[in-house]
């Protein structure tokens, strides 16, 4: 069968989260026959390499074969295994993701600035009582135990191909849940593998870019990224999403419509709130979400600020008084 009539092979592997309601599964896929491609690497939890490993086993695969790994973005629950693959495997094994994503897994220092001087000055600047900030601080140290970093990831861009037998991944890239998140598609079997950008149980989380001196675009504002981004892979010829959380979907061009109406609503929250009166980011919670759960104020504090940089882009809302703690008003 000539290469261009193949059909790939692909093993979707979906590790449990007990714990993490919000996240579901930890999925991973294996993409050949060659070169065996990796498309994420799941969280590094006790006993989470074994469960993987077997699940590959079980679908007629070596997890040691693996000839190259791919990641969709830098969060620990997409990386955190690279490591223990390649000691498995006794050799080099090339891992790549964006480029504006090297930062954040080439060491783990990004993850402990949540704790540092600029973490605390962070806390302040949105009012956040002493007692949710111990609580985020305690979270945040967990990190280190959930990865190894990778300190000789190689970078990709938009637009560039992994080909193999019968298949072919164009990276898409499609900055807002981070930076440098991507999408990788598959356009024979019209596939889209879609990391954190696309979910089908939950809407994902633009999150608010705390380092923009680490960007290329200082300017860079996470949910107008976003919203950009649903344009770019709404276009795309897509017959099943495969998430980096949750299951397999289809139905891309409504998702992307929930989406959009998701944020309008969230934005017009946000502005309704202001409306009413200059308070600190931290007291804004309550108004504009109907529950967080204990462990997802620093979500709900990081969606906030995505939305006023979008509000104040649209010339909705402004910043009053820099503080700390901050103080933003509705406008318009």
């Given at each position: 069968?000539?290469?261009?009539t193949q059909v790939a092979d692909?093993?979707?592997?979906?590790?449990?989260?007990?714990?993490?309601?919000?996240?579901?599964?930890?999925?991973?896929?294996?993409?050949?026959?060659r070169p065996l491609t990796l498309?994420?690497?799941?969280?590094?939890?006790?006993?989470?390499?074994?469960?993987?490993?077997?699940?590959?086993?079980?679908g007629g695969y070596d997890l040691?074969?693996?000839?190259?790994?791919?990641?969709?973005?830098?969060?620990?629950?997409?990386?955190?295994?690279?490591?223990?693959?390649?000691?498995?495997?006794?050799?080099?094994?090339?891992?790549?993701?964006?480029?504006?994503?090297?930062?954040?897994?080439?060491?783990?220092?990004?993850?402990?600035?949540?704790?540092?001087?600029?973490?605390?000055?962070?806390?302040?600047?949105?009012?956040?009582?002493?007692?949710?900030?111990?609580?985020?601080?305690?979270?945040?140290?967990?990190?280190?135990?959930?990865?190894?970093?990778?300190?000789?990831?190689?970078?990709?861009?938009?637009?560039?191909?992994?080909?193999?037998?019968?298949?072919?991944?164009?990276?898409?890239?499609?900055?807002?849940?981070?930076?440098?998140?991507?999408?990788?598609?598959?356009?024979?079997?019209?596939?889209?593998?879609?990391?954190?950008?696309?979910?089908?149980?939950?809407?994902?989380?633009?999150?608010?870019?705390?380092?923009?001196?680490?960007?290329?675009?200082?300017?860079?504002?996470?949910?107008?990224?976003?919203?950009?981004?649903?344009?770019?892979?709404?276009?795309?010829?897509?017959?099943?999403?495969?998430?980096?959380?949750?299951?397999?979907?289809?139905?891309?061009?409504?998702?992307?419509?929930?989406?959009?109406?998701?944020?309008?609503?969230?934005?017009?929250?946000?502005?309704?709130?202001?409306?009413?009166?200059?308070?600190?980011?931290?007291?804004?919670?309550?108004?504009?979400?109907?529950?967080?759960?204990?462990?997802?104020?620093?979500?709900?504090?990081?969606?906030?600020?995505?939305?006023?940089?979008?509000?104040?882009?649209?010339?909705?809302?402004?910043?009053?008084?820099?503080?700390?703690?901050?103080?933003?008003?509705?406008?318009?």
């Open positions: 069968m000539s290469q261009s692909l093993l979707p592997i979906s590790l449990p989260l007990p714990g993490y309601p919000d996240l579901q599964t930890a999925n991973v896929y294996l993409l050949g026959p498309i994420d690497a799941a969280p590094k939890f006790p006993g989470a390499f074994e469960f993987i490993q077997e699940e590959a086993r079980r040691s074969r693996v000839e190259r790994i791919l990641l969709t973005h830098g969060h620990v629950d997409h990386f955190g295994l690279v490591e223990r693959i390649r000691q498995e495997a006794d050799r080099p094994i090339p891992c790549y993701l964006h480029t504006e994503e090297l930062h954040r897994v080439t060491s783990t220092k990004h993850y402990r600035e949540i704790l540092s001087s600029e973490g605390d000055a962070i806390m302040a600047m949105v009012d956040m009582p002493q007692r949710e900030a111990e609580k985020i601080r305690d979270r945040f140290s967990l990190f280190d135990l959930l990865c190894d970093p990778i300190p000789d990831a190689l970078g990709f861009e938009d637009g560039e191909v992994f080909r193999g037998e019968g298949y072919e991944l164009n990276v898409v890239h499609c900055p807002g849940h981070t930076p440098g998140s991507c999408c990788f598609h598959e356009p024979r079997q019209r596939i889209l593998f879609s990391g954190d950008h696309l979910l089908k149980h939950v809407t994902p989380n633009p999150l608010f870019e705390f380092r923009k001196d680490l960007l290329r675009f200082p300017g860079y504002q996470s949910l107008k990224a976003y919203l950009a981004s649903l344009d770019r892979v709404a276009k795309l010829e897509v017959l099943r999403v495969l998430p980096g959380h949750g299951e397999e979907f289809s139905g891309l061009t409504e998702l992307v419509a929930g989406y959009r109406r998701h944020h309008r609503e969230r934005a017009d929250r946000l502005w309704g709130a202001l409306k009413k009166g200059n308070r600190p980011i931290y007291h804004l919670i309550g108004e504009v979400f109907d529950f967080v759960p204990e462990n997802d104020v620093f979500l709900a504090i990081s969606e906030i600020l995505v939305h006023l940089e979008l509000l104040i882009d649209q010339g909705r809302a402004e910043l009053v008084d820099s503080g700390p703690p901050a103080l933003y008003r509705a406008t318009g």
